[in-house]
């Protein structure tokens, strides 16, 4: 969604609304494409007492696999957005930490889809306990032992576990 932000730097327009979807579903994320449903982006910039500010809620399903078991997952993910808006060439961003420059005429997907990407976690698991899946046979360890013989993994220090020191 464009939006006209001219307006809200120069004081014509105290505020601008918007709620919209958009559909992500061909953006990647760690190896998947997580937005198979329309992503939702509601939110207002508003201009207050000169300093104009984007406050925005993004809501999205996601569906996703474990990253222990492999199973599939569908999961809700919110994220709020906070940030200072001022227009391309003002001296002012320079000096601020959380400020984006922004153009007279500025696609939103462009601030807020980046928001959505960084908030996205690395590793999602089914359960807090999952188990995972064991590295011989593939069994989902979750469900049942699989029988294999796990062997303790060699370590250079393993040869510290029999000193006794007196």
Not at 143 to 163: D, Y
Request: charged share 35%; proline share 5%; hydrophobic share 35%.
């Amino acid at each position: 969604m464009e939006v006209l932000l001219r307006d809200l730097f120069d004081g014509t327009k105290r505020f601008i609304d918007f709620d919209y979807t958009t559909d992500l579903s061909e953006e990647e994320v760690f190896f998947e494409k997580p937005f198979k449903d329309p992503v939702r982006f509601s939110g207002r910039i508003e201009n207050r007492a000169g300093v104009v500010s984007l406050t925005a809620d993004i809501e999205a399903a996601l569906s996703l696999h474990c990253s222990r078991c492999g199973k599939p997952i569908r999961d809700f993910k919110a994220v709020p957005v906070d940030m200072i808006l001022v227009p391309q060439g003002d001296p002012s961003a320079d000096e601020a930490e959380c400020v984006f420059e922004v153009r007279d005429r500025q696609e939103l997907n462009e601030l807020l889809v980046p928001e959505l990407l960084l908030d996205m976690d690395m590793a999602v698991l089914c359960k807090e306990d999952c188990r995972g899946r064991c590295f011989k046979c593939g069994a989902d360890l979750n469900e049942k032992e699989c029988g294999c013989v796990r062997e303790e993994p060699r370590s250079p220090f393993s040869v510290l576990k029999n000193i006794q020191i007196k």
